[in-house]
C-alpha cells in the first residue's frame, strides 16, 4: 500500500532524493547514496513508489459452462 503508516526508510522513496542510473540516489542533503541506504532525514514521498503489478487473471481452470446461465 501506498499509504499505510509504517514504510521501510530507503533512500529511493525520500522527498530528497533524485534517482539516477545503476540503483543510485542524488540526495540533496547528503549527496551521492544507494537506493536501500537510509538517513534521519528521511521524508517519505508516495508519489516517488511504483506499486506492484496485478497477477494475470488465471481463466484457465474455468470451462465454458461456467460462463452460460
Known amino acids: ?3 499505510r503508516k509504517k ?12 534517482k539516477l542510473e545503476d540503483g543510485q540516489v542524488l540526495c540533496a542533503k547528503k549527496g551521492l547514496k544507494a537506493a536501500g541506504d537510509k538517513c534521519f532525514r528521511f521524508r517519505y514521498d508516495p508519489l516517488k513508489r511504483v506499486p506492484l503489478k496485478a497477477r494475470a487473471l488465471d481463466l484457465s481452470r474455468y470451462e465454458n459452462e461456467d460462463y452460460t446461465l
Open 1 to 3: 500500500m501506498l499509504f
Open 7 to 18: 514504510i521501510e526508510h530507503a533512500c529511493a522513496y525520500c522527498i530528497h532524493g533524485a
